[in-house]
């Protein structure tokens, strides 16, 4: 009789025969860059040419959606056992940011995967082809362990726009609400805590960018003829965001700052040490908010950072004051942050302090979201992990970057859990992005383990 131990290692013999390996290599191939107008045939053939097939062999029903607004398709499918079980919704993006052909180490082909060490290198290996590969082989590994059966029921979204921002995911997802009703959300994407250690995270942090634009003037003014008389945008800039965040990167803003952390998210976070590895950069002494902890600041709070400036031409700087200056902040907050309230509250601010000059606006805003706490998902997913690896894994109430999380959570009202496959230093959206062997290894195993589980266990409420 088959049982949890036959799953994981039947998908850990997929991974150490190679078989693993060469399925994430052919996905490697496919270049599916959203970003780039001419990768449409690329993206519908990574979901037409791979994934339906791989589904259909563990008999998935596939159709493509087409996107409301002409961008990348998305592939639905959905496998239904026995509708007293219960269902799990999982997801995945097929697409990929640029190949940054020609600055990879050693000239690396991005389209292929390449073993160096325990590395695994090619673009998607850890956003998102190699992590969604992993749950695939996962389910057929605990479908072959129980003779053809999950115990469970199965249903999968894949996107090809994530690196765009999603921008018809909800759309599609609410038209769909219906074939997409589950459970469970689980998925994976992002990064772990640490290579070392198995992480769960319930959410993600919103983003928010913020323009500060300061246009006095058409041109440049000779600083000797002028210095003394006449305004300096680059400086009136400069001094307006620091009324907004101080030297040690700390907001000065009450509007931009989140709710007080809870206890119960102070509680999770007491065991999480951010310690980065060694291609990592090392955490700032004394910078962001006081009291708090490295995991508390990343996790639990909002950072206002400053992305770009510019002022004058800083590769052959002039002699002159120059007309106009310009800054690209960006706030990233936790959920309980009142972020329609930003922009207004920081022109607010800047105007009522002496920058009335300054001209604020807003771009590219996406929501924070997390799972209650209170979820019976969450402690259920830690003893699995904790059963299959020995090991408790970090529970974080969000990932400190950004996901379409609130599509799920907030747009289909769904639990979400995500157990990221990847870790800090995989150089996602860089060249040389890779994923770990051990890494993988485990993350198979710890797939596994949570499939085998689901089929053992009835339906709870959420």
């Known amino acids: 009789m088959a049982d949890r131990g036959d799953a994981i290692a039947r998908v850990r013999q997929h991974f150490q025969s190679g078989e693993f390996l060469r399925e994430l290599d052919q996905r490697v191939g496919y270049r599916t860059e959203s970003q780039n107008p001419a990768s ?3 993206l519908r053939a990574y ?14 029903k596939t159709r493509l959606i087409e996107s409301p607004t002409g961008k990348g398709p998305y592939l639905l499918a959905e496998y239904l056992e026995d509708a007293s079980r219960p269902t799990v919704l999982t997801y995945g993006h097929g697409d990929v940011v640029d190949g940054m052909i020609g600055e990879w180490r050693d000239n690396l082909d991005p389209w292929k995967t390449t073993i ?3 590395r695994v290198y090619g673009r998607g290996t850890a956003d998102n082809k190699g992590q969604h590969s992993i749950n695939i082989a996962a389910l057929r590994a605990v479908r072959e362990a129980r003779g053809g059966k999950l115990g469970f029921n199965v249903k999968f979204i894949i996107e090809t726009g994530e690196e765009i921002g999603s921008p018809d995911l909800r759309t599609v997802c609410e038209a769909h609400r219906e074939e997409l009703k589950a459970d469970l959300f689980l998925a994976s994407d992002g990064p772990r805590l640490s290579a070392e250690r198995p992480t769960i995270f319930l959410g993600c942090r919103g983003g928010n960018r913020i323009h500060l634009d300061v246009n006095l003037r058409e041109g440049g003014h000779h600083s000797g003829n002028w210095g003394g008389v006449l305004a ?3 400086t009136i800039l400069a001094n307006a965001i620091a009324s907004l965040v101080d030297t040690k990167g700390r907001m000065k803003l009450e509007a931009l700052k989140p709710p007080p952390i809870s206890n119960r ?3 999770a976070l007491a065991d999480v040490k951010v310690e980065p590895g060694p291609d990592e950069p090392a955490l700032s002494p004394d910078w962001g908010e006081e009291g708090l902890s490295p995991a508390e600041r990343l996790y639990a709070w909002n950072t206002l950072e400053v992305l770009a400036m510019s002022s004058g031409n800083i590769a052959s700087p002039a002699n002159a004051i120059p007309g106009h200056a310009n800054a690209v902040l960006q ?5 309980g942050t009142k972020h329609q309230e930003i922009i207004d509250a920081v022109r607010a601010h800047l105007h009522a302090n002496g920058f009335p000059m300054v001209e604020v606006s ?6 924070a979201s997390r799972t209650d706490m209170d979820s019976p998902w969450i402690d259920w ?3 699995s992990i904790r059963k299959t690896t020995g090991k408790a894994p970090a529970i974080l109430p969000n990932f400190g970057g950004s996901l379409p999380n609130d599509v799920f959570s907030e747009g289909l009202g769904l639990p979400t859990i995500w157990v990221p496959h990847s870790y800090p230093g995989c150089s996602q959206h860089a060249p040389d992005e890779h994923i770990l062997l051990p890494v993988t290894e485990e993350a198979l195993a710890i797939m596994a383990g949570l499939f085998w589980d689901l089929g053992q266990t009835a339906r709870m409420t959420n």
């Open 40 to 42: 449409g045939a690329a």
């Open 47 to 60: 979901l037409t040419d791979n994934l339906q097939p791989t589904l259909a062999e563990l008999d998935f």
């Open 116 to 118: 160096k060490g325990d």
């Open 232 to 234: 300096n945008p680059a």
């Open 265 to 267: 998210v102070r509680a």
């Open 331 to 335: 706030l990233r907050f936790v959920v």
């Open 362 to 367: 807003g771009a590219q805003r996406f929501a």
């Open 381 to 383: 997913t830690a003893e």
